[in-house]
Each structure stands twice: as C-alpha cells, then as structure tokens.
C-alpha cells in the first residue's frame, strides 16, 4: 500500500498506465497469407473501376484524334492504345499503394500489399508488380497458379517486384 492517496491517483493515470503498456513484448503474430478467391473478388472491384478510366482515356483520344469512317480502322491505334491503358493501371494502383498499400477493392476485402523490406512502396516496385502481374495473367493465369508451386505462397509478380499481400484482421465493430 502506498503511502498516501496521491501516489495511488498519480499511478493510476493515464500517462503512467502507457509506460507498462510499452514494456511488453511485441506480438509475434505473422500476417495470413490470403487466398486466391478473396484476391480474385479484389481484383474483380477494382476492375470495375478501371474500366471506366479506361473508356474515358478512349474518349479523349477520339475527341483528339477525331473519329473515323470505317469501322474496319480503330480510331485510336492500338499502340497508343495499350500505352494508355498501362500509364492508367499504373497510375490507378501505384497512387492507392503508395498511399496504403491498398486499393478500394483490396480494402473491402482486407487486404493489403506490403514490400518484403517493410519499407513504403516505391514507384520501381508498382511499376514491377503491375508490369508483371499483366505477364503473370497472359500464359493462361500461370503466374497466379505458380503460388500453389512457389515454397512462399507467392505470385510470380510478388517475387519480381519484391512484395507480398496480406491479410488483415477484422476490426472490431463498435
């Protein structure tokens, strides 16, 4: 028992309750690696939202371009076309993971994409992962399958561009 009312009110504050909370040791919990259905579901949100970007980048090229007369000749070629879609993935994603580390998609489904060194995401990194996750999809889906091979669970575009999605825990509903 201490020896007067004040010092048992001045250790029960606040202020003095954090120094305990901070002497405990971190937990050692490891993040979920998270499935391939729930990442699928991500990336189905986030393509609808891209898609739209990309109709209006397609629209602005024909307002600049001016549209043609057969239908038989595209009126944006295909080149810039494809150069117009990859600046928009790569912007799209690379400004939500540089900023969180998620997209609204990965969001509703908990997950969140995080560098193998810990350290925030850089633009070499997403224009990897981007680059590489549309190399990934082009033999028939094998750089997604590849992390049912892979001894770390991971996509062929997570080994490239040295980053790894995780699980995050719910939160609690108050």
């Not at 879609?85 to 997209?103: D, K, N, P």
Request: aromatic share 12%.
């Amino acid at each position: 028992m201490s020896a007067c009312y004040f010092t048992q009110i001045q250790d029960s504050h606040p202020r003095n309750i954090t120094r305990h909370m901070n002497d405990t040791p971190p937990n050692p919990i490891q993040p979920l690696p998270v499935p391939l259905w729930r990442h699928a579901f991500a990336m189905f949100y986030d393509t609808l939202l891209v898609v739209p970007l990309f109709m209006a980048a397609a629209a602005v090229w024909v307002a600049i371009l001016g549209p043609t007369q057969s239908i038989d000749e595209p009126a944006v070629p295909a080149p810039l076309q494809w150069l117009t879609w990859v600046v928009i993935l790569t912007s799209f994603f690379g400004i939500f993971w540089r900023r969180a580390g998620q997209t609204l998609g990965m969001q509703a489904w908990r997950i969140q994409l995080v560098s193998d060194s810990a350290a925030p995401l850089t633009w070499q990194q997403v224009i990897r992962r981007v680059l590489g996750a549309l190399l990934a999809a082009l033999p028939l889906g094998l750089g997604y399958l590849w992390r049912y091979v892979s001894p770390q669970n991971r996509y062929w575009h997570d080994t490239w561009s040295q980053t790894h999605l995780i699980l995050l825990p719910k939160r609690d509903s108050q």
